[in-house]
């Protein structure tokens, strides 16, 4: 719950533009991931990230781009190449590495709405 | 890659009935994990359970992992219009899934009052 940031709460932008979403943490937490939500559906992995300057494509990567230069922050590009980008985008962080082996909590932000005209 | 399938996608129930969500999976995972999400709201973590055939409470929440640690179960006794949400059953994808979290797609639950 606390400790996860994620702005704007809801987003508005015309199709072929590109747009970046926001994700910061303060819970000292190595590892960040973002997923996409659409209506009545589960979660699906786009992007996750173990440490600093490193991350790794999830199921749904294509049209996504992102960058983790700090700890606290992994943002999110939502480019023109995704051919369907309205949906709620949540981001997610967790003490350990998922190849550590451990599966440690995951604590989410609050999302972002995000709408494609 | 693993799949981790949740049953019923939709529950209407009426205030006071019981209701129950089941996640199963074709491989043995490692451990299982519960998170609620309310109307509008993004997904809070419940519980965790690693052993097999193991049962946790919460109230009146009752998790269970499979002895065959395949199979997962959220049962709520007398379910209140607090209860209102989509109940997610997460895991740990084996060794070809490079350890990230799979979640199954969610069980959500009204409750007439």
């Known amino acids: ?117 | 890659g693993q799949q981790v399938m949740q049953i019923p996608q939709y529950q209407h129930v009426q205030e006071g009935e019981d209701f129950t969500t089941y996640c199963n999976s074709s491989t043995t995972l490692s451990n299982i994990q519960w998170y609620k999400q309310r109307p509008g709201g993004h997904p809070v973590f419940l519980i965790q359970l690693v052993k097999s055939g193991e049962v946790k409470k919460q109230k009146r929440l009752t998790f269970q992992f499979g002895e065959a640690k395949k199979n997962s179960s959220l049962h709520i006794t007398a379910t209140q219009t607090t209860d209102v949400g989509t109940y997610f059953c997460a895991s740990l994808g084996g060794s070809s899934n490079t350890g990230k979290l799979i979640f199954g797609q969610g069980t959500t639950l009204q409750v007439k009052p």
């Open chain 1, 1 to 117: 719950d606390g400790g996860i940031t994620q702005s704007p709460k809801y987003l508005f932008r015309k199709e072929g533009q590109n747009v970046t979403l926001s994700c910061e943490q303060n819970l000292n937490h190595d590892a960040m991931y973002w997923y996409r939500q659409d209506p009545g559906q589960g979660l699906r992995l786009i992007y996750y990230s173990q440490i600093v300057n490193d991350f790794q494509k999830g199921d749904i990567a294509e049209g996504y781009s992102v960058s983790r230069e700090k700890k606290e922050s992994f943002p999110l590009t939502v480019t023109s190449a995704q051919k369907n980008p309205t949906a709620f985008y949540l981001c997610a962080s967790s003490t350990s590495a998922p190849t550590s082996g451990r599966t440690d909590t995951q604590y989410f932000g609050p999302g972002t709405r995000l709408t494609v005209l």
